[in-house]
T-cell receptor, first 115, second 117 residues
Framework: AQKVTQAQTEISVVEKEDVTLDCVYE???????LFWYKQPPSGELVFLIR??????QNEISGRYSWNFQKSTSSFNFTITASQVVDSAVYFCAPVVNTGFQKLVFGTGTRLLVSP | NAGVMQNPRHLVRRRGQEARLRCSPM?????VYWYRQLPEEGLKFMVYLQKENIIDESGMPKERFSAEFPKEGPSILRIQQVVRGDSAAYFC???????????????FGPGTRLLVL
């Protein structure tokens, strides 16, 4: 079965520290997509990024950056100079191709950023 | 704001009652997905619908749960004879449904928190 592992259950940092959230996935597909979502304390899910397996270039968006390594099936997420507002649960979600695209969520990593 | 709308945001039911959860997709989106999040867990896929069609319901319990997405109006997730184990957050997501698109971004609603007493 295809699955995703976010081994870090909870990470605590102090504001302005950099933090990396790990994501390792298993897939039988040769081409696929990967997503990251953020769930702040208010509970909604916020889309952060969508990547396809064709492109292994790192991506940077402001303080956020993603490192995709197809050879190790990892799609890690780094927040630079973390802020209190970054406190949330972060989910990595590869897409399983079962005739349609279904998101498979990991258990998430809870990030706590203290002032 | 033309985001995904869900209502109610919070729903309390007693065991044996029915729960009806509504989801209005983003404007221009024709695909709807329902996910369930149990406490301290990630989201689990339940069902995928297009207008008037259930495309995949492999993640939905066989009994008591049903979903629809009528031609007009919101998508409805219905849980009959609720039990305490149904207490969870239920999220709806929508995507555009573009022909030939191999993977689309799913945008999520704020969720409905169901509490069964």
């Amino acid at each position: 079965a295809q699955k995703v592992t976010q081994a870090q259950t909870e990470i605590s940092v102090v504001e302005k520290e950099d933090v990396t959230l790990d994501c390792v996935y298993e897939t039988r597909d040769t081409t696929y997509y990967l997503f990251w979502y953020k769930q702040p304390p208010s509970g909604e899910l916020v889309f952060l990024i969508r990547r396809n397996s064709f492109d292994e270039q790192n991506e940077i968006s402001g303080r956020y950056s993603w490192n995709f390594q197809k050879s190790t099936s990892s799609f890690n997420f780094t927040i630079t100079a973390s802020q209190v507002v970054d406190s949330a649960v972060y989910f990595c979600a590869p897409v399983v191709n079962t005739g349609f695209q279904k998101l498979v969520f990991g258990t998430g990593t809870r990030l706590l950023v203290s002032p | 704001n033309a985001g995904v709308m869900q209502n109610p945001r919070h729903l309390v039911r007693r065991r044996g009652q029915e729960a009806r959860l509504r989801c209005s997709p983003m404007k221009g989106h024709s695909h709807v997905y329902w996910y369930r999040q149990l406490p301290e867990e990630g989201l689990k896929f339940m069902v995928y619908l297009q207008k008037e069609n259930i495309i995949d319901e492999s993640g939905m319990p066989k009994e008591r749960f049903s979903a629809e997405f009528p031609k007009e109006g919101p998508s409805i997730l219905r849980i009959q004879q609720v039990v305490r184990g149904d207490s969870a957050a239920y999220f709806c997501a929508s995507s555009q449904g573009l022909a030939g698109e191999t993977s689309e971004t799913q945008y999520f609603g704020p969720g409905t928190r169901l509490l069964v007493l």
